[in-house]
């Protein structure tokens, strides 16, 4: 019987999870190449869990290089069944202040390699529905979880994934800005595209680090605010996960893990053995 496992993408404020106990670096090769880095598998508030830093240790990544196929491929293989992103996003509107906490429920793509974002080609041919693209029963036991200890959170809002490295020009900050959108990063569409894929639940904990560079009368983004920021920020998520995780069930029987149930066209007769070897771990249930 397999021992289903909790998820966790997140940065340097993360390493050192209070509590994470039985620590172990396991190295997971992929058929899609090297994940951000070794994982890290141990126990926290009771459950089995699995840390990937994102950027690697020592933030040696760029948003760009971030292989989302191998990170969640690599998930996959640990029997990782929810997955907890925590990633720093800018503020595109006034009522989001720093070190706010937006639990996004929806994405808006401004990347340039949505093609790096799936598991399928190479002779098998998926869609998954994607109309909601966050795991709603996982992020509202996030919001659960930090209104219960008192954080400024918001419930809901959409992430504007662009591709940096560097941050918005003023006028696509003004222009994100006034068609309403909530946040801006660089990093969790391709996770949460491919973890859909993967039959993984997938919610993310958005922490407010600046403005952007739409609001005049506020400072424009720099690392240097963004990492101040990120290291207040790491003790609110550091809290809120230890509260979320007791709380996600044990088994996942959440509409988002079984995505791929209705989403494959191709011909199960037709499924090339190379591409079904490299899919083992997200197409075991349909072999």
């Given at each position: 019987m397999v021992s289903y496992r909790i998820g966790i993408i997140g940065g340097s404020g993360l390493y050192n999870l209070e509590g994470f106990t039985n620590q172990k670096w396991v190295k997971v090769k992929t058929p899609f190449g090297p994940p951000s880095d070794e994982l890290i598998t141990g126990q926290l508030a009771g459950r089995d869990v699995v840390f990937l830093p994102r950027h690697g240790r020592g933030h040696r990544l760029l948003p760009s290089e971030l292989n989302h196929r191998a990170n969640v491929w690599a998930m996959k293989k640990l029997d990782v069944a929810w997955l907890l992103s925590v990633s720093a996003v800018g503020s595109l509107q006034a009522k989001y202040r720093p070190c706010d906490i937006v639990l996004i429920d929806q994405f808006l793509d401004r990347t340039k390699r949505d093609f790096e974002h799936t598991f399928f080609g190479r002779g098998i041919v998926g869609h998954v529905a994607f109309a909601d693209p966050i795991a709603n029963e996982l992020r509202h036991l996030l919001f659960k979880s930090a209104r219960a200890l008192k954080a400024r959170v918001h419930d809901g809002g959409t992430?504007?994934?662009?591709?940096?490295?560097?941050?918005?020009?003023?006028?696509?900050?003004?222009?994100?800005?006034?068609?309403?959108?909530?946040?801006?990063?660089?990093?969790?569409?391709?996770?949460?595209?491919?973890?859909?894929?993967?039959?993984?639940?997938?919610?993310?904990?958005?922490?407010i680090t600046d403005y952007?560079?739409?609001?005049?009368?506020?400072?424009?983004?720099?690392?240097?605010?963004?990492?101040?920021?990120?290291?207040?920020?790491?003790?609110?998520?550091q809290a809120i996960l230890q509260?979320?995780?007791?709380?996600?069930?044990?088994?996942?029987?959440?509409?988002?893990?079984a995505a791929l149930q209705n989403a494959i066209m191709t011909d199960r007769q037709l499924w090339p053995a190379k591409t079904i070897a490299e899919l083992k771990p997200i197409l075991a249930k349909y072999l």
């Amino acid at each position: 019987m397999v021992s289903y496992r909790i998820g966790i993408i997140g940065g340097s404020g993360l390493y050192n999870l209070e509590g994470f106990t039985n620590q172990k670096w396991v190295k997971v090769k992929t058929p899609f190449g090297p994940p951000s880095d070794e994982l890290i598998t141990g126990q926290l508030a009771g459950r089995d869990v699995v840390f990937l830093p994102r950027h690697g240790r020592g933030h040696r990544l760029l948003p760009s290089e971030l292989n989302h196929r191998a990170n969640v491929w690599a998930m996959k293989k640990l029997d990782v069944a929810w997955l907890l992103s925590v990633s720093a996003v800018g503020s595109l509107q006034a009522k989001y202040r720093p070190c706010d906490i937006v639990l996004i429920d929806q994405f808006l793509d401004r990347t340039k390699r949505d093609f790096e974002h799936t598991f399928f080609g190479r002779g098998i041919v998926g869609h998954v529905a994607f109309a909601d693209p966050i795991a709603n029963e996982l992020r509202h036991l996030l919001f659960k979880s930090a209104r219960a200890l008192k954080a400024r959170v918001h419930d809901g809002g959409t992430y504007v994934n662009m591709e940096g490295p560097a941050f918005s020009t003023r006028a696509e900050s003004l222009t994100n800005h006034k068609l309403g959108y909530d946040v801006i990063g660089m990093t969790n569409l391709g996770e949460a595209k491919c973890a859909r894929e993967a039959e993984i639940a997938y919610a993310t904990l958005a922490m407010i680090t600046d403005y952007d560079c739409w609001k005049v009368d506020e400072a424009h983004v720099t690392v240097e605010m963004v990492i101040a920021n990120l290291m207040k920020n790491a003790a609110t998520a550091q809290a809120i996960l230890q509260r979320v995780i007791p709380q996600i069930p044990t088994e996942p029987n959440w509409p988002c893990h079984a995505a791929l149930q209705n989403a494959i066209m191709t011909d199960r007769q037709l499924w090339p053995a190379k591409t079904i070897a490299e899919l083992k771990p997200i197409l075991a249930k349909y072999l």
